[in-house]
Structures are given as C-alpha cells and as structure tokens.
C-alpha cells in the first residue's frame, strides 16, 4: 500500500502517503497508480455524501470549530490533505462550486470512478496516452447526447413552478429537507429579486445571508430589503420609523482631529470649558446639517461617544453605528441612498429612502437587529436563516446557496437533464454503442468511460440502502427497452423509476461542466509519470 487512508484524534481524516523519493523515485506506470490510489482514497472519503440520502462528515479545524456538512466543496475545502493530486480533486470540487454551484460531489465521484477504470485499463498494458485519447473521445460523445436527451423548462417571472422544482432537487440532499418547499421557494424568489432577465444575469452580491441561532429552521424568511446586526445607539430611540430617510455617513460623529500625531495643553479650567463648549457646538453642528437635509435616521460607518450619543436621543435623530463595509453598501443599493464622506456633502439627494425600519429582538437575549424593508430599490434582499445551532445555520446558508446557484442556472441556460443518475445511464448506454464502431484501443478507454458513468447511480443506490447492482441493471435495461432517458435510480423509494414523473430536474449546464471539468483532471493525472521532490541542503 502506498497511501493510508487514516484520522487523527479529532476524528479528521487525512491520507498518508510513502515519502517517494526517500524509499525510491518512483516513474512510469508506478507512480501513475501511486497518484491513482491518492485520489481514489479521496474520491471515497465524499462519496457516501451523494444523492438525498447521502450521509454528512463531521469536520473540526485545528482552533476546535465544528462543520457538519454533506456539500462536497465545504468537505473537501476542509479537509487537510498534503498529498499534491489529492489537492488537485479539492481544486476540482472548487472550480465547480465557483462556476455552478451545486454538483460539487458528483464530480469528485465520477474522477475517482475515471481513475478506478484507468487503473485496470494500465494493468492490461495500455498505455496512458491512449486511455487519455480514449476518455476523452468518450466524453465529446457523452456531452453531445446530454445536448440530445435535455428538455428545454419554460418559466416566467409570473410561472416559476419549474425552477421551483429545479431548486427541490438540489436541497434534497441538505440538512434542510424538512423545510424542502419554503427553502426552495425562498431560493427562487430570492433569486428573481435581483436577476436581470434581459441580460439573463444574476448579481449575488445583492443577496446577504444573515443567520441567527435560535428558532428552528421554519423561521427563515426571505427579508425585501437589508437586516442589520446592530441595534439603535441608544436604549431610549424608538423602535420602529416609518417612511425613513436614511443619511449614510462613513464620517466618526466627532470633533475634526489633526491627521499627525498632536497633544493638546490644557491648563486653565477656562480652557478646559472652552474645549467643552467647542465639542459640543461641532456636535451641535454636525446634528443640525443632518436634519437640514431632512434624514430621520442616521447609519454610520463609525461610533461615537455618549455626548453625541445623547444629543441625538434630544434631538429625536435614530442612529445605528459601527455598521461594517459590504452592510453600508448595500443599505446605499437598497435604499437608492449615496454614501457620504463629509457631513458638508449632505444633501436631501443623498438620502437613501425606505418605509420603514424596525428592531427585532430575540426571545430571552438581548441581541436586537435591524430590519429595513420596503426599500426604493427592491434589487437588494437578504435572507434571514434561523436554527437550533450554529452548524445547522451555516449549513442552511450553503444550501440555500446552491439551491440558489441552481436557480440562477437555469436562469442563464433553461435547458434541463433528468437527475437520479438518468443522464448518466443514458450517457453510459450511449458510449457504449459508440464504443463498439471504434477499431483503435481507444474502445477500451471509451468502455471504461461507461462503467466510470456507472458508479454514480450504483453511488446513489448504496447511499439510499438500496442494493446496487441490481438497481444500476434493471434501470439499465428499461432505459434500453422502452427508449426513456428519464428512468434514474428511485433513492425515495416512491415505486417510480420516471424522473420526469417524480420532478427531479439537474441543470444542463452543471452536468455537462462535471463531465469536462473531470475528464480533464484524470488526463492530467494520467499523463504525470514521474515526481521530482526537491529537498533543503541540510535534510
């Protein structure tokens, strides 16, 4: 054995693999299978992750925090693996997560299923070249029949059933499935909020998600406008103001300082009072221009003392302070406000406008938020996600974002592939009919293809408890009989094999890119022959 799948004390797994270059170098066809071995122990590690019955992993990092997840790209980005091909696959999972956002385990079982059959394809004695040539002739014929057996969805801003469905399928597999209709419904309206139809783009940047811990998963709401993880600066401010006009300042309510380093003598009560009085005339100063301009809120980027804290309560001028970077930003995109440096610049222009902002208060604790909704520009919304814990939020948070991810798919390219690994044994019947036209050795690579498309529905199957052989052949031979491309793997056991019937949909566009983006990692693998490690004078 070259490398030991193995998990340290805090149950966090990790590959070990021989030193190569202190035993011996290895080359050829030993360090092909060596750099095999190492993707396949990591392929496996997310494979039991797969489909809605897919189990979670468990991750701790070095500092003791806790990651409870099933998506591959969080498991994979978390995992501490030294070895340099096991990186590649963690830059594979990454690469899909970054360009679709959801299929991110699929593609690390299919590579790992690539490379199993590549290693039986090198014990027979073919050469790694031609199996590379053979891979990727199948995968042209494989990415030519998802063209052929797709289906085109039709949506509208008035008609969202089918992206309604589409984004079902991708939180089936989640922590949040008890909550499968209201999640998936945020996911498409969400979505919809911010989309440009015409330029058929999606903006996430407008989307924040905000958690909180406490209440249970059904609590989540989708908020039209921005939530705020602040409260108002002072106790005795009212609690909710309709109609809003919002100063943005990223300007300290404080008197002006020299830039350089100053020092101030004082040594006269005179002085001292003087000094007084001009604080609080500059405070004075600045509240008035604020009012001037018509605001009835202020959101600063900065604190401010209680003076000033004070003269805003007499004054009846709402503040929220310390509000950080990307919230100011959107609260300017929300409200249709602009930021403003100076207090001098304010004008009744620059005021960003919303009917109302309220603060929410949280059961027993003392946390408060801030929301504001209906805001002028209604292209900003955030996503409010509450849980029992903090890892059951955050992994709401990234199923909803893949659900989302799917949505906006489907947004750039409504064409649909039936999921339940129908497109897979469709795409592996289709190669294997081409395969047997082809008189070179690449026939063998272009079987092997097959058989690796295999593995995800026999994944799908094992995960679901159901027996995977006979699954993966008697879907098989219907697919062959009656001619449907939509007969997947039941993983809900509902008696229906039809995944047209059963509204399991995958986007095109994230099935054809697992299928490229995989191909072309276990080329580069299969094309490294030797490993040159180089090593410090004093080792």
């Known amino acids: 054995m070259s490398a030991i799948y193995t998990t340290d004390e805090y149950g966090r797994p990790f590959i070990i693999v021989r030193e190569q270059d202190k035993k011996h170098r290895k080359t050829g066809i030993e360090a ?13 590690i997310v494979r039991t992750s797969l489909g809605p019955r897919g189990l979670d992993k468990i991750l701790i990092s ?24 096991g990186k590649l696959l963690v830059e594979l999972s990454k690469s899909q997560d970054d360009e679709i956002g959801d299929g991110t385990t699929g593609i690390v079982v299919l590579a790992g299923a690539l490379l199993e059959q590549a290693e039986e394809l090198l014990d027979r004695g073919i050469h790694p070249i031609r199996i590379s040539d053979g891979f990727e002739r199948a995968c042209k014929i494989a990415v030519a029949h998802l063209d052929k057996v797709s289906d085109v969805i039709p949506w509208s801003k008035d008609d969202t059933s089918d992206l309604f469905k589409c984004a079902k399928t991708s939180l089936g597999s989640k922590i949040v499935n008890k909550c499968h209709d209201q999640f998936a419904q945020i996911a498409v309206d969400a979505i919809l909020s911010v989309a440009d139809l015409e330029r058929k783009d999606v903006d996430f940047e407008l989307i924040k998600m905000e958690g909180k811990v406490g209440g249970e998963l059904a609590n989540t709401a989708l908020v039209k406008g921005v ?5 108002f600066s002072h106790p005795q401010m009212p609690k909710e103001i ?43 100063n600045m509240i008035k221009q604020v009012k001037d301009c018509g605001a009835n809120v202020v959101a600063c980027q900065w604190g401010f003392d209680d003076e000033a804290n004070s003269l805003l309560l007499q004054h009846k001028l709402p503040a929220i302070r310390w509000v950080g970077g990307p919230e100011i930003e959107l609260l300017a995109i929300a409200t249709n406000g602009r930021i403003v440096p100076r207090f001098e610049d304010l004008s009744s222009q620059k005021l960003g406008s919303a009917g109302t902002i309220r603060e929410m208060t949280f059961g027993t604790t003392n946390e408060n938020m801030i929301v504001v909704e209906d805001c002028a520009n209604s292209k900003a919304v955030t996503v409010f996600v509450r849980g029992g814990n903090k890892m059951i939020v955050d992994e709401a948070k990234r199923s909803l974002h893949d659900a989302m991810c799917v949505v906006r798919n489907l947004i750039v390219d409504n064409r649909v592939v039936y999921g339940g690994a129908a497109a897979e044994i469709s795409c592996s019947i289709a190669v294997d009919k081409e395969a047997d036209q082809v008189s070179s050795i690449e026939q063998y690579a272009m079987r092997s293809f097959a058989r690796a498309l295999d593995a995800i529905p026999m994944a799908l199957a094992e995960n679901s408890g159901l027996p995977p052989i006979e699954t993966l052949s008697f879907v098989k031979s219907q697919q062959i009989k009656q001619g449907i491309t939509s007969l997947g793997v039941d993983c809900m056991e509902t008696g229906i094999n039809d995944m047209k019937e059963q509204f399991v949909f995958d986007p095109l566009i994230s099935k054809r890119q697992q299928f490229l983006l995989a191909t072309q990692l276990v080329k580069m693998i299969l094309k490294i022959d030797d490993v040159i490690v180089h090593k410090n004078d004093d080792q």
């Open 32 to 44: 092909t299978k060596a750099h095999i071995m190492a993707a396949k122990t990591v392929s496996n």
């Open 62 to 85: 070095p500092d003791g925090d806790i990651t409870i997840s099933n998506d591959g790209a969080t498991i994979m980005s978390q995992m501490a693996i030294e070895n340099q091909i």
């Open 227 to 231: 939530v705020i993880d602040k409260d």
């Open 242 to 284: 309709k109609d809003a006009k919002i100063a943005i300042l990223t300007c300290p309510f404080e008197p002006p300082k020299p830039k350089t380093k100053h020092k101030l003598d004082i040594t006269t009560v005179k002085e001292f009072e003087e000094l007084q009085k001009y604080e609080r005339d500059t405070f004075e």
